[in-house]
């Protein structure tokens, strides 16, 4: 039976066995700091506990547009209740769409090779999310549009727009900016589909579709495709018009803004930071580092500490920085790293380096030797198990008490 002894740390490793989280955004490095873990403290929750930021929808939503005699009124209207624009985002995952399985189904698909879908902006074969115009996953938004209004408040009409075929009390909602996530040339569109006929195309960021606008009648409810050429936060400004019920304009409404969180470093940005936040990339983006404490967000994201708090707190018991402790084990001596880790997304790779006459980590660094164990959390923080593992990275040391430094690269793939 394998024997472990958790050893005193002597004074040399008390100094010097501090922890490196080093982000590697691509090839540039966008952040190094060093840390001596938790403090003990945290938050609290997950997430989707983050105070602050908007609140997630992965469920049925319509954006509801009324005309009220002399406004435009606009929610997102749940089956619970209806929501300010600004207090909800819509969430897509990035799991892959299995067709007939809306249980283990995500919004991820595949752009068709078909010429008639290249108004999305993404290449054949790649990988395009998308909310649907039918089923979606367990756990995606599925976004339509609702009026409680038809013809008692709006004019039927016909625009000169040869996608509408007959004359109803159409309400018009027009694309007035899309806001792609930081850094991404991404774009967005918006069509209905019916098997064995080319799409219907109501919006595109990429080609010049006839004023970027989608009708549906008043008094009725409405579903349709939305695709998004990346993973991140994607901000769809909208806005309302009609006729009304003697024939005069409404006027167009104010402009509103619907709020779409791809992926999950997108569900968790948009979980701790508020509307007007994720347009800032100095406040939400990966590299900020919105509360100064020399992590920025991939890092806090990485390993579950609060971005809008000072002090690497931890939001979940269980969650934090790396920590290093000596064992012993059969007999030999290891420095270990342990931390968690995020079980999708991330790349984590441990490395040590031992300074033999220098309290300061500048290497080589090397992850040569070490051998990583995962595990799941214990009971009381078994919550955590669905996004997260456990995970401890040993390193054989000398007995006599070796300097040492401990890192965790971090390293976020082409999806973010």
């Known amino acids: 039976m394998k024997r472990i002894e958790t050893l005193p740390v002597i004074s040399n490793l008390a100094r010097a066995c501090r922890l490196i989280a080093l982000l590697l955004g691509g090839p540039a490095a966008l952040h190094a700091g060093f840390s001596d873990g938790s403090n003990g403290n945290h938050d609290g929750g997950g997430d989707a506990a983050a105070a602050h930021g908007m609140s997630a929808c992965h469920d049925h939503v319509d954006i509801d547009l009324n005309w009220d005699g002399s406004r435009w009124v606009i929610g997102l209207k749940t089956d619970a209740a209806i929501h300010s624009v600004d207090d909800l985002f819509l969430y897509l995952s990035d799991k892959p769409h299995v067709a007939g399985n809306p249980t283990v189904s995500g919004a991820r698909r595949v752009q068709p090779a078909s010429a008639s879908f290249n108004f999305t902006g993404v290449a054949a074969g790649q990988p395009i999310w998308m ?3 039918g089923t ?7 976004p339509g549009f609702n009026s409680d209004q038809g013809e008692t408040y709006l ?4 625009p000169a727009d040869s996608r ?3 004359a109803r009390p159409w309400i018009r909602v027009s694309l007035v900016d899309y806001v792609a996530p930081h850094g991404r040339n991404a774009h967005f569109s918006m069509w ?22 989608y009708y549906f009648a008043g008094g009725t409810h409405a579903h349709l495709f939305w695709g998004f050429g990346s993973q991140g936060i994607h901000k769809v400004r909208l806005r309302a018009s009609s006729l009304q019920a003697d024939g005069t304009p409404t006027g167009f409404s104010e402009p509103f803004t619907i709020t779409f969180a791809v992926g999950t470093v997108a569900y968790w940005q948009a979980s701790w930071f508020d509307a007007q936040e994720l347009e800032d990339p100095d406040q939400s983006s990966l ?9 920025n967000n991939l890092i806090e994201y990485a390993f579950g500490t609060n ?20 064992e012993k084990i059969d007999g030999g001596h290891f420095q270990t790293l342990i931390h968690p880790r995020r079980r999708a997304g991330l790349r984590y790779i441990p490395e040590t380096y031992q300074a033999l006459f220098a309290d300061s980590p500048h290497g080589p660094w090397s992850d040569a030797a070490v051998v990583t164990e995962v595990r799941d959390f214990p009971p009381s923080q078994a919550s955590l198990n669905d996004d997260w593992e456990l995970v401890l990275h040993r390193h054989p040391v000398s007995s006599g008490g070796t300097r040492g430094f401990g890192r965790v690269r971090v390293i976020a793939g082409d999806g973010f």
């Open 131 to 133: 909310a649907d115009q």
């Open 136 to 142: 979606p996953g367990i756990g995606d938004v599925f």
């Open 155 to 158: 004019a039927n009409h016909l």
């Open 164 to 166: 509408l075929l007959q």
């Open 192 to 213: 209905n589909s019916t098997t064995g006929k080319p799409p219907t195309v109501w919006m595109s960021t990429l080609t010049d579709v006839p004023d970027d606008s």
């Open 287 to 295: 590299a900020a580092d919105p509360d100064g404490d020399g992590l």
């Open 307 to 326: 971005p809008r708090r000072a002090g690497a707190i931890p939001h979940a018991d269980g969650l934090g920085l790396p920590r290093m402790i000596v």
